[in-house]
């Protein structure tokens, strides 16, 4: 298991935008975009490449910073399809390890993967996070879609995400990419009942470095809190995740893994179930397991699978 469980001994800093009991935290919203430079090319450790801030942020043709480490994509993920279809790789990376904003694909069933996408396409799964995954869900054919999706399930998860227990965090905003950065002032505050999601390195997350991960620190007692959500269902206060992702939560047949995946997505689709914003046939099992789960419990549970390995 790999977390760090602190108790602030790091000086962190929480959230401009989000009241300390809401979700607003968990669903971030991308500012307006500032023109990107075309000029000043970036690069990141260890590779011989290198490009600008434009092209890392193109949609159509976004940056493979370590192309001998992945199997060869297909054009669908590493360019996409104009105009309605990004780049699988914008959002979820070569790696398919993803960033807080979407969602790790690595690992992930064919058949699970291609639910989703029809899911997004039929509306069952809808939000401020899905607008762009439902418009591409509705402009990819059948042969890319299942193109993407055995590329990202022949992919093994990286160790992406640190889970750190700490009582107080930094102040931060919503940036490029959807993604969480420390904002000026060094000033910090109580985490309160959220999962707060910081890179490694801002200037390798702004470049998409799959090397690079994200730290998300939650609120001290909550790892051990999730593990017993996840393995007793806490009294009935949910069911055992275990029973259908496995005992190590590596996932049974078309059933995910969700061990090591980002806190953040994983609250994210807990609150989805129960609010009704991600339903159909395949989530139907889930609402028994969400329906009585506070934030409080969907955050512990999201803690204890991202301080797993996966």
Not at 26 to 45: I, M, N
């Amino acid at each position: 298991m790999r977390h760090l469980a602190t108790a602030a001994a790091l000086a962190l800093f929480p959230v401009l935008a989000a009241a300390a009991d809401g979700l607003d935290w968990a669903y971030p919203v991308t500012p307006r975009p500032e023109p990107l430079d075309t000029l000043v090319l970036k690069q990141v450790p260890g590779s011989e490449r290198a490009y600008t801030q434009a092209q890392i942020d193109d949609a159509f043709n976004p940056p493979d910073w370590f192309p001998d480490e992945h199997p060869a994509m297909p054009p669908i993920v590493a360019r996409g399809e104009k105009p309605a279809v990004r780049a699988c790789a914008q959002c979820h990376l070569p790696s398919g390890d993803g960033h807080p904003e979407s969602s790790s694909l690595a690992g992930l069933p064919v058949p699970y993967l291609l639910r989703q996408l029809t899911a997004f396409k039929n509306g069952e799964r809808k939000g401020v996070r899905a607008t762009t995954m439902i418009t591409i869900a509705q402009a990819i054919s059948d042969a890319d879609a299942r193109a993407a999706s055995e590329y990202f399930a022949s992919l093994k998860p990286g160790l992406w995400t640190e889970v750190v227990e700490t009582e107080t965090v930094p102040k931060t905003f919503v940036g490029a990419g959807g993604m969480r950065f420390v904002a000026p002032g060094d000033e910090q505050e109580p985490i309160g009942n959220r999962i707060i999601v910081l890179p490694q390195e801002e200037t390798r997350a702004k470049s998409r470095d799959p090397h690079s991960g994200f730290v998300d620190y939650v609120p001290p007692g909550s790892i051990a809190r999730g593990e017993a959500l996840i393995t007793t269902g806490d009294g009935g206060k949910t069911i055992p995740c275990v029973i259908c992702h496995g005992q190590t939560l590596q996932g049974l047949g078309e059933v995910p893994a969700i061990a090591g995946r980002p806190p953040t997505y994983i609250v994210r689709q807990l609150n989805d179930m129960k609010t009704g914003a991600r339903s159909g046939i395949s989530t139907a099992l889930m609402k028994a397991v969400v329906e009585k789960l506070s934030v409080e419990d969907m955050v512990a549970i999201a803690a204890y699978l991202g301080s797993r390995d996966p």
